[in-house]
């Protein structure tokens, strides 16, 4: 089995900064994909940022020049860099990996970013 447990949510005023980071552990013998979805209440989750294992990164547009993905692939971490954050940003923000020789998703239970006007 495989575990992912974010870490990082909270509470930020409006054009403030968070850092989330998402860590990896069980049976894991490749990360293919790591990254981040998001579901605001109501809402259909949403990919927010995703890094491959050699470094290539997508971006939704929403984040795109505020948000920063990055990973440890030695520690099977992943970050994401929040800056400039809007209430618009407001959501659980769920991480997700793609594990193994058929790279099956895995996700996190979930962290609650909320972002104050």
């Known amino acids: 089995q495989v575990q992912l447990v974010e870490s990082g949510g909270g509470l930020v005023q409006a054009g403030g900064s968070l850092r989330l980071s998402c860590v990896a552990s069980?049976?894991?013998?490749?990360?293919?994909?790591m990254g981040w979805y998001r579901q605001a209440p109501d809402e259909q989750r949403e990919m927010v940022a995703m890094i491959q294992s050699g470094g290539s990164t997508d971006y939704a547009d929403s984040v795109k020049g505020r948000f920063t993905i990055s990973r440890d692939n030695a520690k099977n971490t992943v970050y994401l860099q929040m800056a400039s954050l809007k209430p618009e940003d407001t959501a659980v923000y769920f991480c997700?990996?793609?594990?193994?020789?058929?790279?099956?998703?895995?996700w996190g239970q979930g962290t609650q970013v909320t972002v104050s006007s």
């Open positions: 069980g049976m894991i013998f490749r990360i293919s994909d």
């Open positions: 997700a990996a793609d594990v193994g020789r058929f790279s099956k998703r895995y």
